[in-house]
């Protein structure tokens, strides 16, 4: 589903994503982690056509996006760690207008929004303006709208910002949901416990660099191997990258 290709972004300078080369299949939760400026978002924008590569490929079900955007787009369903909502606008206002984006047909939108509003548990908040929404209401909102296309690929930057621990078990749930129905996620994310509970594989950055790749119990015997102790998520991000997430 997605295939990186000594995928490049420079800015004069700064390397910020250095000749990275990487594999998801479909149907996997992928994890990204990495300290603050390791290339992380970078890395989602050009996997979502909001940044061109310097050099490299982003391939996005067989489509580059870059040679092939609109293509790739339709496919993708894109949760951003600072979304912008339209907030004079009500819950179904919106969810129709990101329908239209997408190019959906009128008959197809109104179901798939009764649908995700209650997969969401926004039912009844439906016809209310958003800016009367808690934080976490728009963030599952958001998150509605990525949905609602049917996307084969979730690309999801920081997804449990702002949310309660009912919202963010929500959230954990319909991920999983849509792995096995064979979507792909993308997950970047800054809580090692979420990435844990989640993901079937992790992919640690840094520098602009992947340094790690595989399952967690192969990087943690890998880790165990290297310094004769068993250690956890956190103790093997600390010892690749020498800092925390939040450096």
Same mark, same amino acid.
């Given at each position: 589903?997605?295939?990186?290709?000594?995928?490049?972004?420079?800015?004069? !300078?700064?390397? *910020?994503?250095?000749?990275?080369?990487?594999?998801? /299949?479909?149907?996997?939760? $992928?994890?990204?982690?990495? #300290?603050?400026?390791?290339?992380?978002?970078?890395?989602?924008?050009m996997?979502?056509?909001?940044l061109?590569?310097?050099?490299?490929?982003?391939?996005?079900?067989?489509? +580059?996006?870059?040679?092939?955007?609109?293509? *790739?787009?339709?496919?993708?369903?894109?949760?951003? +760690?600072? #979304?912008?909502?339209?907030? /004079?606008?009500?819950?179904?206002?919106?969810?129709?207008?990101?329908?239209?984006?997408?190019?959906?047909?009128? +008959?197809?939108?109104? #179901?798939?929004? %009764?649908?995700?509003?209650?997969?969401?548990?926004?039912?009844?908040w439906?016809?209310?303006?958003?800016?009367?929404?808690?934080?976490g209401?728009?963030?599952?909102?958001?998150?509605?709208?990525?949905?609602?296309?049917?996307p084969?690929l979730?690309?999801?930057?920081?997804?449990?910002?702002?949310?309660? #621990?009912?919202?963010?078990?929500?959230?954990?749930?319909? $991920?999983?949901?849509? %792995?096995?129905?064979?979507?792909?996620? $993308?997950?970047?994310?800054?809580?090692?416990?979420?990435?844990? !509970?989640?993901?079937?594989?992790?992919?640690i950055?840094?520098r602009?660099?992947?340094? *790690?790749?595989?399952?967690?119990?192969?990087?943690?015997?890998?880790?165990?191997?290297?310094?004769g102790?068993?250690?956890?998520?956190?103790?093997?991000?600390?010892?690749?990258?020498?800092?925390?997430?939040? +450096?």
């Amino acid at each position: 589903m997605i295939e990186l290709i000594e995928l490049t972004k420079r800015f004069g !300078q700064l390397v *910020a994503v250095d000749h990275i080369n990487l594999h998801v /299949k479909e149907g996997e939760i $992928f994890g990204f982690l990495g #300290p603050n400026g390791a290339g992380k978002t970078t890395t989602i924008k050009m996997l979502a056509g909001l940044l061109k590569p310097t050099s490299g490929r982003a391939l996005i079900d067989g489509y +580059d996006v870059v040679a092939h955007s609109m293509e *790739a787009k339709r496919v993708v369903g894109f949760i951003p +760690d600072q #979304p912008f909502l339209y907030e /004079k606008l009500t819950g179904v206002e919106f969810l129709k207008f990101m329908g239209s984006l997408f190019g959906m047909k009128k +008959d197809e939108i109104q #179901p798939g929004i %009764s649908d995700l509003l209650g997969l969401f548990e926004l039912d009844g908040w439906g016809e209310e303006l958003i800016e009367s929404y808690s934080h976490g209401m728009k963030q599952r909102l958001v998150m509605s709208a990525a949905l609602l296309h049917n996307p084969k690929l979730i690309i999801v930057d920081e997804p449990m910002v702002g949310l309660d #621990p009912k919202g963010i078990n929500l959230v954990k749930r319909i $991920f999983r949901q849509k %792995s096995e129905e064979g979507v792909t996620i $993308f997950l970047s994310t800054h809580t090692l416990e979420i990435a844990q !509970q989640l993901c079937h594989r992790l992919g640690i950055i840094n520098r602009g660099k992947i340094i *790690a790749m595989g399952t967690l119990s192969v990087l943690m015997k890998d880790l165990e191997d290297k310094t004769g102790q068993a250690g956890t998520l956190e103790s093997l991000f600390l010892a690749l990258t020498g800092k925390s997430l939040d +450096d």
